[in-house]
């Protein structure tokens, strides 16, 4: 276990459907993040939150809606996707942005499971 | 040019066998480094941090050459187990990962 924890591990949705994917942290970390994963394309990093502050917004469509009530949980809101939505949806945090504790790096990630996402 | 290249694989070895996987980043100020791992359905997780001095951690070897803007992961004496994607990872403000190397080891 990395600590992280995400639900629901899968789901299927219509395109009128709306539901939420949550993430949870039990690492003390103040950095969250939300990624996309779909097949032979590399990780794409949708939001990122700091101390439940939105830092990023990497151009993701409206019908995504992050929410961060605090430093250890991170929503996903999700309303009338499109079938290119169906992806595996991957929580992430890390201790800070950026910066180094000695020689390790204080925005190594870690992930959750992940929710696979199925949007018929 | 992707910010962070990596021959996608797959590379198909026996088991006992040597294998090295290279990737390159495009932004010369990248500060930090990294190689993850992915199972099949699973989530990324840490495999090592890549220092300039290059490191070691048992039968895996990550060297950084910024000159050339490429990282490598070594793999010695490869066991089944090792079958996995590997991810190069770059920080540059944020970090960016590469599409992954897949690696089959057979016995």
């Known amino acids: 276990e990395t600590g992280v924890t995400q639900t629901p591990r899968h789901l299927v949705m219509g395109m009128t459907n709306k539901k939420s994917l949550k993430c949870e942290q039990h690492?003390?970390?103040?950095?969250m993040y939300w990624y996309k994963q779909s097949a032979k394309k590399p990780l794409e990093l949708m939001f990122v939150?700091?101390?439940?502050?939105?830092?990023e917004n990497n151009s993701v469509p409206s019908r995504f809606s992050p929410e961060c009530p605090n430093s250890s949980h991170l929503f996903l809101h999700l309303h009338t996707l499109q079938p290119e939505d169906s992806a595996l949806y991957l929580c992430?945090?890390?201790?800070?942005?950026?910066?180094?504790?000695?020689?390790?790096?204080?925005?190594?990630?870690?992930f959750g499971a992940g929710t696979r996402l199925s949007v018929l | 040019r992707k910010e962070v290249e990596q021959d996608p694989g797959p590379f198909n070895v026996p088991e006992g066998a040597t294998v090295a996987f290279n990737c390159t980043y495009s932004?010369?100020?990248?500060?930090?480094f990294f190689w993850y791992r992915q199972d099949c359905r699973k989530e990324p997780k840490l495999l090592m941090s890549?220092?300039?001095s290059g490191n070691e951690d048992g039968r895996f070897t990550a060297q950084l050459n910024r000159a050339s803007q490429y990282i490598s992961l070594l793999i010695r004496d490869s066991k089944l187990s090792d079958s996995a994607t590997y991810l190069c990872?770059?920080?540059?403000?944020?970090?960016?990962f590469g599409t992954g190397t897949r690696l089959q080891v057979f016995p």
């Open positions: 992430a945090s890390s201790q800070d942005l950026g910066g180094l504790v000695g020689e390790l790096a204080k925005n190594i990630q870690y």
């Open positions: 690492l003390g970390h103040n950095a």
């Open positions: 939150y700091n101390f439940k502050e939105q830092t």
């Open positions: 932004n010369s100020a990248s500060q930090s």
């Open positions: 890549v220092y300039s």
């Open positions: 990872v770059v920080d540059t403000d944020k970090l960016i």
